[in-house]
């Protein structure tokens, strides 16, 4: 009875099942379809969902960055807050000392009549200075340019027959400087005039003559190499002898006033070039004449009534 049955059923599913196995098929088909509908569909929305993670990995980037900025604003923020604070106390001791000024100003309105009187009496002192300074301009301008007339006379009378490199002419301030050489003034270790030198000598004394109101200081100079003879002890004495013979020729042979005169001596010292070189011993063995103001036409110079217009 049970294989009866069992039969029965196996007939029965048979019966209904066997119909269907084509509709079956299309099911699947039908599914697989929707599979790789479903599929594609997932791929696409994973690629969407990997885009939308890279744009929120870009977003939370861009995230920390503004947070770095807000940081560094509110650092740059609490720094010009600083700063502020710091002008306002400069800004209040301003006026703190503005405070003081105004009351200095006070104190000064109060000031005695006395003490008025010795401002103007300051203010009085200063102007006469201003008027000493240009006093002593117009005195100095007035010297130089009486020394510059005189040093292109001296250089127009001693222009004829005499070397360049015998005689040097310079104007300094208010001083005429003439260098002459040894060669040309000295016999060769003595102190006596050739005469060459009376000849310049006449030149110079004529343009002295013409400015009586000027002094002349004769200055000898000689080299290092010593110097010991019956005539002379060393080349202290042989600078001073031969500015001595240069003042006597002035004096006695042009008329020179002695009382314009002055005779020097500076040995070996005061060098215008090294003594290790015959061009250095040669350029320092000169005679030096000053033409220069005397000090009472100077203070002359500085009197009020003469100076120029």
Request: some cysteine.
């Amino acid at each position: 009875m049970n294989q009866y049955i069992k039969f029965c059923l196996f007939f029965l599913i048979g019966t209904v099942l066997l119909p269907s196995c084509g509709s079956l098929k299309n099911q699947i088909a039908t599914l697989e379809t929707d599979l790789a509908s479903a599929n594609t569909t997932l791929d696409k929305y994973g690629k969407t969902i990997s885009d939308y993670t890279e744009k929120l990995n870009v977003c939370e980037q861009d995230k920390e960055r503004l947070r770095g900025q807000l940081r560094s604003a509110e650092s740059n923020l609490d720094l010009r807050q600083e700063q502020i604070d710091d002008l306002k106390d400069q800004i209040q001791d301003i006026r703190n000392q503005r405070d003081k000024q105004v009351e200095q100003v006070g104190d000064l309105t109060v000031l005695s009549q006395s003490a008025n009187e010795n401002i103007k009496e300051t203010l009085s002192q200063l102007e006469g200075k201003d008027e000493y300074i240009q006093l002593l301009q117009n005195a100095k301008s007035k010297a130089d340019s009486i020394n510059l007339a005189l040093a292109v006379n001296l250089k127009s009378v001693l222009a004829g027959g005499i070397q360049d490199n015998d005689v040097e002419i310079k104007v300094d301030k208010t001083v005429v400087f003439i260098n002459l050489s040894d060669k040309m003034l000295y016999q060769s270790g003595s102190s006596n005039l050739t005469p060459r030198a009376n000849e310049v000598l006449g030149k110079i004394a004529t343009i002295v003559q013409s400015k009586p109101d000027l002094e002349v200081m004769v200055e000898g100079y000689t080299d290092n190499d010593p110097i010991r003879s019956s005539c002379f002890e060393d080349n202290w004495d042989l600078s001073v002898k031969r500015a001595t013979s240069v003042v006597r020729a002035l004096q006695t042979k042009y008329g020179v006033d002695p009382n314009r005169l002055i005779a020097a001596g500076r040995g070996e010292w005061n060098a215008l070039a090294r003594n290790d070189t015959p061009e250095g011993k040669s350029a320092n063995r000169r005679t030096r004449i000053i033409i220069l103001p005397k000090i009472d036409q100077f203070y002359d110079l500085l009197n009020p009534a003469n100076v120029p217009e």
